[in-house]
């Protein structure tokens, strides 16, 4: 159990470096909340309605940066993350709640896809090695990994969605899909879905390929393999049994790592695709220097990737014994 | 071995990753910095027309305001380069820093930063650059690779920091503490040193990241778009259109650009990781299957196990290691036979081989390995398997890692058995518990896992499953040498006693002698890869044959008597990568005849009944005035080069003589 | 009665809009190339952060200016007029309205309007409660009466752009900043009908005040989420309308015989000198670096073939014909790199041997920062070309890129050298360019900010000719005024008109016809959100 405790105190601890993060680097740009907001009218204000605004926005009387810092924590702690400026006076936590859906499903199971698949090939690659299709396999996932993410996008929006016109080039649904859940109302949702999910599962394939694929190597040098072949046990007990649990085991510590790399792929990603989720909305939210959505899907995303590196440490613990004991 | 030294970089640069790897980044670098010779167009310059097509005064045709894009891509390599090489190498030092005070400096220091790293680490990256990035627009390249940087050093100060923390434990760097050196010499001449190959790697894996970065950040616009780079390429072309305008070119190039660009270093950065961990490499060389080499057709025996002539070697690039040569031995039903020789001498590679468990680049170059009959090495895989455990079975070392960490050791008692068809459960359980009682542990065992159990219990284990199918053959190879002498000696007795009740034959390997000799039936020594003496047990002891089987004798304090002298034996085994002529004991043998023994090839001869050994000594061809000088010779060979330990010049003779 | 009344009409208007809902038999689709937010429909929230159809589809208006030719188009007024002493204006109301609620339109809801937005100053984002406007009161059901303090003709733009609400549902509307006004309650030709990420729907208004139009049955407007994507659409046929500025209308127009665009201008893009600094206080510099400019180039560089280069007097061309005499368009300063040379030797600031001009004391001029907003490829690309003229001279510039807030902050307190920006006020004549532009009231000390007066220019001609425009509605005597600022502007050269900013009108005409268009301009090509939108919704006919 102290091993569960240690990770929720880390848990805790990088939420709030996050969340101090979140404060700190916006109030470093040059350029106010105020000015930002001005922006909306093209600079043709009469001050005395700027006044106005300042007041209705809430963000005149913001007081010493140190009062703010702790009403933004407190705040925070309601879940009040104010309201959205470029989509004044739409609470942020509504925006938020319409988007967060779209990159779930899209982040979720594509990483979770890619993950199966990577984690499969790369078993096939290592323990099958010095066969030229397991040995291609390392080569070309290094390449896949180290193609950026939004130019593959570009590339598969050129070809299948703009060329062969097989997918739509924008959004999540068609503008009149039909009520929700409805078999239409699917079919529209999974064809928008296909190219940007497309992209993701392949530039990510590659990273849990080559680990996996390590992993396996180390794990067919063990002792313990050897012994299990001298049991004469079948291949297929051995793959499952032997090999793959024990080369699971350090893929799922850097799950959790991966996942923060698949996150970031994907808001650009989203950004090529104008896919509605989160990363969607953090780029507008820069671009328009809409502070408080930009913290609250910041924070959110961080909370995301946390609570998902703590759920693979609660697995890590039903799957390693050793850890269970803080033997680890 | 994670150290970038000269022979480390030899072996890199001959692998075809590094080469492709560096062939790529070179011919980017080169493109970048030659761009004035290659175009003569400024990458600025808004001279020409917008979008023109690919013509030869355009490769690339132009961009959406008249720029000519083949100078951009050109221009455009040396600030992509640039961000890459020196964001990696800020974020490279930062690792390098901040890992190695971590585990230098220890305590609270290390608890901190590894709070901080861990920190870093689960933030993601892109969300926290792009909300930092509203610093960089229009700010130059500046703060955009030192936000990257401020990223991306946490992946690599984590590698850094575990291994600075193994280094920190090892022998040379606690002499160097311990001897007074500053830490900052300990550091900077012992640590750093031993990680460059780590550090390599790292700053590639970090130069991958930066390129990546600000590729991603440019295409967005967040950063400064009126520099000319890879990535502000591309993010030009979005904005203006380009596949609208069927200008698909001026996508496609800058993103291959960088695409190769990333995995140049990714190449680099796996070659470099294969060079410290040298598993993960291409596999090497399959050597010829020389198992089913029909020409060598076992000779009738009714021995239970018959190795006959057996040549084993390890093939590398720089030639084959004979590690195994021209063994000839027999098991009979029953009984126990120990092979003795110090490290080195082949035996763990005679028997992983007889049992067909080597890995390449170990093979087997000839010979016959017969078990009841039928050649081991000729059988396909499936039938191995069958016969595997059933027939025969195999204890290995007492190492940390023969059980299967994450199961239970229930599971890996049972599934021998469910290998070869025993599936009921109330068996397999009685089976086992059965087993534990024979080897003496309790039953409980069962259900824990094998971190759980001591080294003792857990060796106990393996012998328990070794006989879970009560095979005729039991090879054990070292199975008590990483015990304590209490627990070897409850161990060797339940062996014996085991094995005298169910009539198990036992091939007991170990260079421990003293032992073997007063538990096997027979005794076969080996060295540099040969079987120089085979006898039964009490005849080895009282009657050595072979100089070296004297003198090994001669190594042993008796538990009883006065204390004597002891004397080593000077000098070391011969490199088996090397052609050896004649007997291998030559150079270390204080009875050689020169001119027979290393000329000769070497035979078996017999001495008594049931007793051969490989000595030249007991050759009928060599004439017996020859034999009985040198039999009786007393003159210690040439001092070998390097600082013998004492020499007993009391006697050459064999041990029993003195008594 | 009233009450039963209101129920069968609101069962009926329900019941029509459901069979409406079911089948529209035609639907006018609109593309989008961003994507919108909540659902908000308040009309007084920024155009960006309520609904499009809100103040285009949904509310509308006393009156439409056409912001092109300052044609005046009655909508919820039907006729106004100013007093002798131009300090009152009076409106008449149209009768015969109702809201969609089944009340009735009158004076009082319009009245109700403007002094909400005195209740509320945060809603007054024109500043109509401080340009003079002293009092609205409804002496009946269809007369509107506003007061003034001091005469301020061109306020009724500001006036005849109010959306119009009903007063029986906002006077309980205590936090109008923040009112999301979930079922707007409106006069105008479409009500709201369905609303998701994708798609937003209207329906046509069946109990709209005028009788045979709109034509269709509703109007949609899809999301796209880039120019690319939206354009597409447009090619495609899948959508009529789309307000996209793509680089290339009249590839666009090319490539099918339903493809038209119309991108009247309705702005300029300047290049503000910041007329406190030396040299830009010297006019004769400031015109010398005129001449070096190439508009043309800096248009076509830019925008590949869409946008000209501005009118060098900076009057928009639809507005040419009235207010620029040709007289004055002579004098407008042209294209002459030798000339500007020649020019700023004569001002005193020589060239050195190397070619660097050289400041009065003889000393090198110091490289001048072109201020831009960070990440405009537009501007940056414009400083880009400038920035190579002004070096065909000898003078040096380099690009400043900004964020929002330090842009506008620089340009507005003066702490830049040139900037490019638009015309900080621009309307259906060039008094709103020339007022925002030159007024001392709009300008500041340095330091301070001003509102829109940024290169800190004034000239006492032009102070007295903008107050005789703006105390007189005849229109003799504006013109008389009008002539008299340009020419002082030209002479004076307190900015470079770069070039024209246009609307970005695109259309695919397969399925309706009556679109507006240069041939029939009757609204001012304004987005799909705007008032001006209302009247081509309204003309728009099947084939």
């Given amino acids: 159990m102290p091993y569960l405790l240690r990770k929720v105190v880390i848990l805790v601890f990088t939420l709030w470096v996050a969340a101090t993060l979140n404060f700190v680097l916006p109030r470093l740009v040059p350029g106010d909340p105020v000015s930002v907001m001005l922006a909306k009218y093209q600079g043709r204000l009469d001050p005395s309605a700027v006044d106005a605004l300042k007041i209705a926005y809430g963000l005149n009387d913001l007081g010493s940066p140190v009062s703010q810092y702790f009403s933004y924590l407190g705040r925070l702690l309601h879940g009040d993350f104010g309201r959205s400026i470029s989509l004044f006076p739409t609470p942020v936590t509504d925006v938020i709640g319409q988007a967060l859906p779209y990159t779930l499903g899209l982040v979720g199971i594509t990483t979770i896809l890619s993950f199966v698949i990577g984690t499969a090939l790369g078993l096939y690659s290592g323990w099958r090695r010095g066969q ?180 693979v440490d609660l697995i890590n613990v039903l799957l390693d014994p050793r850890v269970r004991e803080g033997r680890a | 071995m994670n150290a970038l030294n000269l022979g480390g970089l030899r072996r890199l640069f001959s692998q075809p990753r590094t080469v492709i790897g560096a062939g790529i980044l070179i011919v ?72 190695l005070t971590a585990a230098y400096l220890g305590g609270w220091v290390d608890e901190a930063i590894n709070a901080l790293i861990n920190v870093f680490l689960v933030l993601p990256g892109l969300p926290l650059v792009i909300i930092a990035s509203a610093f960089l627009r229009g700010g130059g390249i500046w703060p955009v690779i030192l936000v990257i940087s401020f990223t991306g050093w946490a992946w690599g100060a984590r590698v850094l920091r575990s291994q600075a923390l193994a280094l920190r434990e090892r022998d040379f760097v606690q002499a160097a503490v311990a001897s007074g050196e500053s830490s900052g010499r300990v550091i900077f001449m012992e640590i750093l040193p031993n990680m460059s190959g780590l550090i390599a790697a790292n700053f590639f894996g970090a130069a991958l990241y930066a390129v990546l970065s600000e590729a991603g950040l440019s295409f967005i616009g967040v950063g400064d778009v009126s520099l000319v780079t890879w990535g502000t390429m591309l993010y030009w072309a979005q904005a203006k259109g380009a596949l609208l305008q069927g200008a698909w070119w001026w996508i496609a190039t800058p993103g291959l650009g960088i695409a190769l660009l990333g995995t140049s270093f990714a190449l680099l950065n796996f070659a470099i990781d294969e060079l410290g961990n040298p598993r993960l490499g291409r596999a090497p060389a399959k050597p010829p299957r020389q198992g089913r080499v029909p020409a060598s057709t076992p000779a009738p025996s009714d021995a239970l196990l018959s190795v006959q002539h057996l040549e084993v070697g390890y093939v590398t690039r720089a030639g084959t290691v004979r590690a195994v040569r021209n063994v000839s031995l027999e098991v009979n039903p029953g009984e126990f036979v120990g092979l003795a020789g110090e ?172 032992l073997l000799v007063e538990m096997s039936d027979r005794i076969a020594i080996m060295y540099a890869g040969e079987v120089v003496e085979q006898a039964p047990a009490h005849e080895l002891y009282r009657q050595p044959a072979h100089p070296y089987t004297q003198q090994l004798m001669q190594a042993f304090p008796p538990m009883t008597g006065p204390r004597e002298r002891r004397s080593g034996i000077p000098g070391r085994p011969p490199a088996l990568s090397e052609q050896l002529t004649g007997c291998p004991f030559f150079a270390r043998c204080a009875k050689r005849m020169p001119g027979i023994c290393d000329v000769k090839p070497l035979e078996t001869f017999t001495v008594s009944e049931a007793h051969t050994v490989a000595c030249f000594l007991y050759d009928p061809a060599v004439p017996l005035a020859t034999r009985t000088l040198a039999l009786n010779a007393g003159t210690p060979p040439p001092a070998p080069a390097h600082p013998a330990t004492e020499v007993n010049l009391e006697s050459a003779l064999p041990y029993s003589q003195t008594n | ?159 005849a752009n109010t959306p119009i609400v009903p007063q029986h549902v906002w006077k309980d509307v205590k936090d109008p900043a923040t009112f999301t006004n979930a079922k707007p309650v409106a006069t105008g030709p479409f009500v709201f009908d369905s609303y998701s990420q994708q ?36 090619l495609s046929g899948d959508v009529d309308y789309g307000y996209v500025g793509i680089s290339d209308p009249k590839g666009f127009a090319a490539k099918g015989p339903n493809n038209a665009y119309w991108w009247p201008t309705n702005n300029i893009n300047f290049l503000y000198f910041n007329t406190v600094k030396a040299p830009f206080n010297d006019a004769a510099f400031r015109r010398a670096v005129a001449q070096a400019i190439d508009t043309k180039q800096v248009a076509s560089k830019a925008y590949i073939s869409a946008v000209p280069a501005a009118n060098a007097a900076s009057i928009f061309p639809a507005q040419q014909s009235t207010w620029l005499p040709a007289s004055l368009k002579a004098q407008a300063p042209t294209f002459n790199v030798a000339a500007a040379d020649k020019a700023l030797t004569a001002a005193g600031y020589k060239k050195n041997a190397q070619g660097v001009r050289l400041g009065k004391d003889g000393q090198p001029l110091p490289t001048y920062k072109i201020l831009v907003g960070a990440g405009w490829t537009d501007f940056i690309t414009m400083a880009q070309v400038v920035g190579d003229n002004l070096k065909k001279v000898g003078i040096n510039t380099s690009i400043d890129q900004q964020a929002w ?98 609307q970005f009108s695109l259309f695919n005409t397969s399925r309706f016809t009556g679109f507006p268009s240069a041939q029939n301009p009757y609204n001012d090509a304004s987005p799909d959100d705007t008032a001006g939108a209302r009247l081509m919704y309204l003309n728009v006919k099947p084939k």
């Fill in chain 1, 132 to 311: 030229t299709g397991a040995d291609a396999l390392t080569p070309v996932s290094l390449f896949l990994s180290s193609m950026p993410y939004f130019w593959f996008a570009l590339v598969m929006l050129y070809v299948f969605a703009f060329q062969l016109k097989w997918f739509p080039l924008s959004g999540a649904l068609d503008p009149f899909p039909g009520a929700a859940f409805t078999a239409g109302w699917w079919s529209s949702l999974l064809r928008h879905a296909a190219l940007p999910a497309f992209t993701i599962l392949v530039t990510s394939v590659g990273g849990w390929l080559i680990t996996m694929r390590n992993n396996v190597v180390s794990v067919a040098s063990e002792d313990y393999l050897a012994f299990a072949r001298a049991k004469g046990l079948t291949e297929r007990r051995i793959l499952s049994r032997y090999v793959l649990r024990n080369a699971l085991l350090p893929s799922f510590t850097s799950f959790g790592m991966a996942l923060g790399f698949v996150v970031g792929g994907s808001i650009l990603t989203e950004i090529v695709f104008s896919y509605p989720g989160l990363g969607f909305y953090l780029y507008q939210a820069v671009v328009g220097l809409d502070y408080p959505l930009m913290q609250a899907i910041f924070f959110i995303i961080a909370l995301a990737v946390l609570l998902a590196n703590f759920a």
């Fill in chain 2, 28 to 99: 980017l670098l080169l493109m970048g910095l030659f761009a004035p010779l290659l175009t003569r167009y400024d990458p600025n310059s808004l001279e020409f027309d917008s979008f023109l097509p690919l013509s030869v005064k355009h490769p690339l045709g132009t961009t959406a305001i008249g720029q000519d894009i083949f100078a951009q891509l050109l221009y455009g390599a040396r600030l992509t380069l640039l961000v890459g090489a020196v964001a990696g190498l800020i974020a490279t030092v930062l690792s390098v820093a901040l890992g």
């Fill in chain 2, 343 to 514: 490290s080195g001498c082949g035996k763990s590679t005679l028997a992983f081989a007889a049992t067909r468990l080597l890995d390449p680049p170990g093979a087997v170059l000839g010979g016959t390995v017969a078990l009841n009959g039928r050649d081991l090495l000729a059988l396909s895989p499936e039938e191995l398997r069958q016969v595997r455990w059933k027939e025969f079975s195999l204890v290995f070392q007492a190492s940390m890692n023969v059980l299967n960490p994450v199961l239970k050791v229930r599971e890996q008692v049972y599934d021998a058995m469910q290998a070869h068809g025993i599936h009921d459960k109330k068996v397999l359980e009685a089976r086992a518990e059965e087993l534990f009682r024979l080897v003496g542990i309790r039953e409980s065992a069962l259900d824990a896992y094998p971190h759980q159990l001591s080294g003792g219990m857990k060796q106990r284990v393996v012998i328990a499953i070794a006989l879970a199918l009560e095979p005729r053959l039991i090879v054990m190879d070292e199975p008590t040498t990483a015990l304590d002498v209490v627990v070897q000696r409850q161990i060797l007795q339940e062996i014996s006693e085991v094995r005298r009740r169910l009539g198990i034959a036992v091939v007991f390997i170990t260079h421990d002698l003293s």
């Fill in chain 3, 1 to 159: 009665m009233k009450y039963n009344v209101l129920t069968l009409s609101v069962m009926l208007l329900a019941s029509a809009s459901v069979s409406l809902a079911q089948n529209p038999k035609s639907t006018f689709t609109v593309v989008r190339s961003d994507q919108w937010g909540a659902q908000n429909f308040n009309p007084f929230s920024p155009a960006s952060q309520h609904l499009l159809p809100t103040n285009s589809a949904i509310y509308e208006t006393l009156f439409f200016v056409n912001s092109i030719d300052g044609k005046v188009t009655p909508v919820l007024g039907t006729k106004y007029t100013w007093s002798k002493d131009n300090k009152t204006l009076t409106v008449t109301t149209r009768g015969g309205v109702k809201w969609n609620d089944g009340q009735t339109f009158d004076a009082t809801d319009a009245a109700f309007t403007f002094n909400y937005l005195k209740q509320y100053p945060a809603l007054d984002t024109t500043g109509l409660w401080k340009s003079g406007l002293t009092s609205v009161t409804a002496p009946n059901a269809s007369t509107v009466v506003f007061n003034f303090n001091a005469a301020n003709t061109p306020v009724f733009v500001y006036i």
């Fill in chain 3, 199 to 234: 798609a937003l729907r209207v329906l046509k208004n069946p109990n709209y005040w005028m009788k045979s139009q709109p034509y269709i049955d509703a109007v949609v407007w899809v999301s796209t989420s880039s120019n690319d994507a939206a354009l597409l659409k447009l």
């Fill in chain 3, 405 to 502: 807030g330090s842009y506008s902050g620089g340009l507005q307190t003066g702490t830049y050298d040139m900037g490019i920006s638009w015309g900080w006020g621009n309307g259906s004549n060039p008094y709103y360019t020339f007022n925002a532009a030159f007024s001392p009231d709009l300008s500041a000390p340095v330091g301070k900010s001003a509102p829109s007066n940024l290169s800190r220019y004034t000239n006492p001609t032009i102070t007295a000719a903008l107050k005789s425009f703006s105390t007189t509605s005849d229109p003799a005597a504006q013109k008389k005024a009008m002539s008299a600022i340009i020419a002082t502007v030209l002479k004076e050269t307190p900015w470079v008109p770069l070039t024209d900013r246009t």
